[in-house]
């Protein structure tokens, strides 16, 4: 079985400019989480969908957004970019709010 | 504060040893906490979810005190691969997951 795929794997984006991050949820869950996680932190919460409806944000600007879409798969865009949103960003998907999350191996963002 | 506060190591021990980590929660509509384990520049991976009643999972005993809002995360006779960080979650609303920032452990020969 697949696991939970995103792409692309690295990004190089200059200040100013737009990105788009995919992710591809594991087959049957529903459930698809965005985080941000810079060297040193824990991932930081950004969004969650379930069934293609947006659950949750984090504390983002909204020059972050996202969607799901009816395949379940989800894409997270970042406007303007600056400096600060280097990270490494990571798509989790789950069958349901009670079981623990499956990350995808991360898009590593940088923005020079 | 954080939501989810863990020491940050790191925790250096020998191979064998028992080693313990604890991590406090803030927000008392906290429902699920789990453990994951991070290896270096790699994604997060599921390591145990954490029960009221405490569960373990050979090497692994997790337990959780809702009174004094901690968890706690016990590995017994280290592997050297056991060395990564361990990131304390807790889950409120059904979906708001919180991370804290981990505890390396590194495990010495």
């Known amino acids: 079985d697949a696991g939970v795929t995103q792409s692309p794997t690295h990004l190089i984006k200059t200040r100013g400019q737009q990105v788009t991050l995919r992710c591809s949820p594991i087959?049957?869950?529903?459930?698809v989480s965005w985080y941000q996680q810079v060297l040193g932190q824990g991932p930081q919460f950004i969004f969650q969908?379930?069934?293609?409806?947006?659950?949750g944000r984090g504390n983002f600007p909204d020059r972050f957004s996202a969607r799901q879409f009816p395949n379940y798969s989800s894409e997270l865009n970042v406007n303007a970019l600056l400096l600060g949103d280097s990270a490494l960003y990571l798509c989790?998907?789950?069958?349901?709010?009670?079981?623990?999350?499956?990350f995808g191996s991360g898009t590593r963002l940088t923005v020079v | 504060r954080k939501e989810v506060e863990q020491d940050p190591g790191p925790f250096n021990v020998p191979e064998g040893a028992t080693v313990a980590f604890n991590c406090t929660y803030s927000?008392?509509?906290?429902?699920?906490f789990f453990w994951y384990r991070q290896d270096c520049r790699k994604e997060p991976k599921l390591l145990m979810s954490?029960?009221?009643s405490g569960n373990e999972d050979g090497r692994f005993t997790a337990q959780l005190n809702r009174a004094s809002q901690y968890i706690s995360l016990l590995i017994r006779d280290s592997k050297l691969s056991d060395s990564a960080t361990y990131l304390c979650?807790?889950?409120?609303?059904?979906?708001?997951?919180?991370f804290g920032a981990g505890t390396r452990l590194f495990v010495k020969a």
């Open positions: 989790a998907s789950s069958l349901d709010d009670y079981y623990g999350y499956t």
């Open positions: 087959s049957g869950h529903k459930s």
């Open positions: 969908y379930y069934e293609k409806e947006e659950r």
């Open positions: 927000n008392s509509a906290s429902q699920s």
């Open positions: 954490v029960y009221s």
């Open positions: 979650v807790s889950r409120r609303g059904g979906f708001k997951t919180i």
